[in-house]
T-cell receptor, first 115, second 111 residues
Framework: DSGVTQTPKHLITATGQRVTLRCSPR?????VYWYQQSLDQGLQFLIQ???????AKGNILERFSAQQFPDLHSELNLSSLELGDSALYFC??????????????FGDGTRLSIL | GQNIDQPTEMTATEGAIVQINCTYQ??????LFWYQQHAGEAPTFLSY????GLEEKGRFSSFLSRSKGYSYLLLKELQMKDSASYLC????????????FGGGTRLMVKP
């Protein structure tokens, strides 16, 4: 158990809909990272928040947004969903901003299926 | 950008040793991580290298050569539970220290 909690574990919805994925980092971790993993793309970095502020951005679509709240939990919002958004979405956390040897610890992921 | 290459699949025998290679190209190298991921599960941290040389952790070791843009993960005394994907990830300080992951190497351990 990494200490990172993601909900829900599974989500099934239809094209055009909007969903929110939730992540609680490990106790004491200030950074939260979101990743998308699909069969043909591997693990793709989406966005990082550190202590409530956006820290780094990867290949995140404009239809996707995220935020980190004062209690450090984070939400990833996916809108106007398309079939290609079906994937595993992982959240990870680390103590600091991601420097030195700080590993990222991953949650169990949310499996999103778009019908 | 970054380019990270790993073999897609490898097969090895229980009790044997296997070496999984990773090559990378990055402008601001700032560390390399290895993760293990069982199918449908979370990646779990295995090792970290930022200086040249070998880091040993029990049955797992990881090696880095920065001049060659090369790393390998060495797994000794293979067990069936080692069947998983192994992900190489590089951190780039010219990209906000974000991690870029390779496509992963799926290792199958056979009896």
């Amino acid at each position: 158990d990494s200490g990172v909690t993601q909900t829900p574990k599974h989500l099934i919805t239809a094209t055009g809909q909007r969903v929110t994925l939730r992540c609680s980092p490990r106790s004491g971790d200030l950074s939260v990272y979101w990743y998308q993993q699909s069969l043909d793309q591997g693990l793709q970095f989406l966005i990082q928040y550190y202590n409530g502020e956006e820290r780094a951005k990867g290949n995140i679509l404009e239809r996707f947004s995220a935020q980190q709240f004062p209690d450090l939990h984070s939400e990833l919002n996916l809108s106007s969903l398309e079939l290609g958004d079906s994937a595993l979405y992982f959240c990870a956390s680390s103590v600091g901003q991601g420097g030195a040897g700080q590993p990222q610890h991953f949650g169990d992921g949310t499996r999103l299926s778009i019908l | 950008g970054q380019n990270i290459d790993q073999p897609t699949e490898m097969t090895a025998t229980e009790g044997a040793i296997v070496q999984i290679n990773c090559t990378y190209q990055t402008s601001g190298f700032n560390g390399l991580f290895w993760y293990q991921q069982h199918a449908g599960e979370a990646p779990t941290f295995l090792s970290y290298n930022v200086l040249d040389g070998l880091e040993e952790k029990g049955r797992f070791s990881s090696f880095l050569s920065r001049s060659k843009g090369y790393s390998y993960l060495l797994l000794k005394e293979l067990q069936m539970k080692d069947s998983a994907s192994y992900l190489c990830a590089v951190r780039d300080n010219n990209a906000g220290n974000m991690l870029t992951f390779g496509g992963g190497t799926r290792l199958m351990v056979k009896p």
